[in-house]
C-alpha cells in the first residue's frame, strides 16, 4: 500500500499547537463576552467591551458610551461590538489557513493530502462570506481608533485626574501598539496602499507605504497571535481589578 505522504517529522504539531491556541482564546473569549461584569475598573474599560453600545453598560465616564441599542438589549453589551473585531480576525487569511488546517484539516499541513473527498474551496456559504474581508478590515480600523481613545483614558487615575500612569496604562499601551501593527500587517490594508498601481514611480508616497507595510506583512501571522494574546491579556488585567484581586500600581 502506498503512504499517503512522504513526511517523517512531526508534521502534526503545528496544526495540534494552532488548534488549542485557537480554542483556549475561544474558550476565554466566549465566557468574558457572556459574563456581563468585571469589564471597567476606572479608568480601564476591558477591549471586549468598548465601546458600549447599549444601556445597560456601565457607568464608563469619559468612555465611548454611545447607547444606540436603547434599553431593548438585555444581554452582554460585548456581543453588540465583538462582531466586528471577531469577522475581521476569522476572514483574515492568516487565520483562514490556521483554522482550516487546525480544526478541519483542509489540507492538515504542506504535501500531507486532506481526508476529505471532495474540495471546493470559498466557492460555497458559508466559505464564500469570507470574500468580505476588505470590508472587515475597514471595521477594524475603526475598532482600533476606539481602543487608541480608550488608552489614552488610560493616563488618568481612578479619579478621573490627568497625567497618571499606572501598570494597566503600560498593558493598554503594549495591546493597542499590537492592534495596530497587526491591522496594518493585513493583506487588505497592503493592496489598498499600492494596489491597483500600474506604474510606481508616478506614485512614490504611495509606493513607499506600500514598502512599508509589505514588511508588516511579512510578519502577519506573528502579529495575529500576539495580539490576539495582548488584548486577551488587557481584558483579564481588567478583570483583575474590578474583582479586587489587586489594586492598580502607579507609577505617577
Not at 9 to 30: E, K, N, Q, S
Not at 59 to 77: A, D, V
Not at 90 to 101: I, S
Not at 141 to 162: M, Q
Amino acid at each position: 500500500m502506498a503512504e499517503a505522504h512522504l513526511r517523517v517529522d512531526r508534521w502534526w504539531l503545528a496544526p495540534t499547537a494552532t488548534a488549542l491556541g485557537l480554542l483556549a482564546f475561544i474558550v476565554y473569549a466566549t465566557w468574558r463576552a457572556f459574563a456581563n461584569t468585571d469589564y471597567y475598573q476606572a479608568p480601564y474599560v476591558s477591549p471586549f467591551y468598548s465601546p458600549c453600545l447599549a444601556q445597560n453598560c456601565e457607568p464608563m465616564k469619559g468612555g465611548p458610551n454611545w447607547e444606540i441599542f436603547g434599553s431593548w438589549w438585555g444581554l452582554s453589551p460585548a456581543l453588540l461590538i465583538l462582531i466586528l473585531p471577531l469577522g475581521f480576525r476569522l476572514t483574515c487569511y492568516y487565520y483562514r489557513k490556521a483554522y482550516y488546517r487546525g480544526f478541519w484539516a483542509s489540507p492538515p499541513a504542506c504535501a500531507v493530502a486532506e481526508p476529505h473527498k471532495k474540495y471546493t474551496g470559498e466557492t460555497r456559504f458559508p466559505l464564500i462570506m469570507q470574500n468580505i474581508h476588505r470590508y472587515f478590515f475597514y471595521a477594524g480600523v475603526l475598532v482600533a481608533v476606539i481602543l487608541s481613545y480608550d488608552t489614552l483614558l488610560g493616563f488618568r487615575n481612578a479619579d478621573y485626574e490627568w497625567g497618571h500612569m499606572g501598570l494597566g496604562t503600560l498593558v493598554f499601551l503594549v495591546n493597542i501598539v499590537l492592534i495596530w501593527l497587526y491591522t496594518l500587517s493585513c493583506h487588505s490594508c497592503r493592496h489598498i496602499v499600492g494596489g491597483k498601481l500600474k506604474h510606481f514611480s508616478k506614485h512614490p508616497v504611495r509606493y513607499r507605504l506600500w514598502g512599508m507595510v509589505g514588511k508588516l506583512t511579512g510578519r502577519h501571522m506573528l502579529l495575529a497571535w500576539v495580539s490576539l494574546v495582548s488584548v486577551s491579556l488587557a481584558d483579564l488585567y481588567v478583570y483583575l481589578l474590578a474583582t479586587g484581586a489587586f489594586d492598580d500600581p502607579q507609577f505617577f
